[in-house]
């Protein structure tokens, strides 16, 4: 369907583990430790191309908008360096969780139930991240320019996704889900994959002109990820609305 980005099955699937978010031994172990590498790749970026000061709280007053932003893994880093964030999920049972986690927190997150294309708002956001969240939608097309619109000219779109390679059917879904056990058996669908050049091309389309592209990779000696050339398996893009 043209005008929905919502994919039911995908929405099922995560809502069934929703209550497994802030589990940093459970079903989300693997983003947990993804995570420090995403918080410090999006703050070094936003810093640097709004030419922000390196301070305490350096994203003051910066608007990101976090979609598909689950139990708030990410809208929480983002809103304690000083951003004003808003997350929102397809998903009624992770924004639930997402909201009780942030007011035992004590922060200022707005949660909403929505996807960007039914999400009514006045604002266009500084920033917005799609992170690990595209491979998961119904129409990538359509999903790509609501983003787009709820982004102000000149803000940065970060879009951390899947390569679609033999590499990463092997790494991400034969290794990660059947043999590691790091991830529920059918969390990913190598289908649904996206090849760097497909999303660049489509997010030409939508003015957002690709800034950087890197590869994630995960370093199993230190058990932690760190940025590469590499783009076979995981990779992160920086667009900009132009």
């Given amino acids: 369907m043209k ?3 919502i994919n039911k099955e995908e929405i ?5 583990i929703a209550e497994e978010w802030w589990n940093p031994l459970g079903k989300f172990k693997p983003l947990h430790k993804f995570n420090p590498i995403r918080i410090s790749y ?5 810093i640097k191309t709004l030419g922000l000061e390196n301070k305490k709280k350096p994203l003051e007053k910066i608007k990101i908008l976090d979609i598909g932003c689950g139990g708030g893994l990410l809208s929480e880093p983002m809103s304690r360096l000083g951003a004003e964030v808003v997350g929102i999920d397809a998903s009624n049972r992770n924004i ?4 009780l986690h942030s007011k035992k927190s004590n922060l200022p997150i707005k949660y909403i139930c929505t996807s960007p294309e ?8 500084d920033v917005i991240l799609n992170m690990e969240i595209i491979e998961h ?6 999903f790509l320019k609501s983003s787009s619109n709820l982004l102000k000219k000149n803000g940065i779109m970060f879009i951390a996704t899947l390569n679609k390679t033999l590499k990463s059917y092997l790494f991400a879904i034969v290794g990660a889900e059947y043999v590691l056990r790091w991830l529920p058996i ?3 669908s190598w289908e649904k994959f996206i090849k760097p050049n497909y999303l660049i091309n489509i997010s030409k389309k939508h003015n957002l002109k690709l800034d950087s592209l890197d590869g994630l990779k995960f370093n199993i000696f230190k058990d932690e990820w760190y940025l590469s050339d590499d783009n076979s398996v995981n990779y992160i893009g920086k667009f900009i609305k132009n």
């Fill in 3 to 5: 005008n929905n980005t």
């Fill in 12 to 16: 099922e699937k995560f809502s069934k």
């Fill in 42 to 46: 999006i703050k070094d970026n936003i």
């Fill in 96 to 99: 639930n969780i997402a909201k």
């Fill in 118 to 125: 039914k999400f009514k708002t006045d604002t266009k956001f």
């Fill in 137 to 142: 939608v119904e129409n990538v097309d359509y």
């Fill in 186 to 188: 059918g969390t990913h």
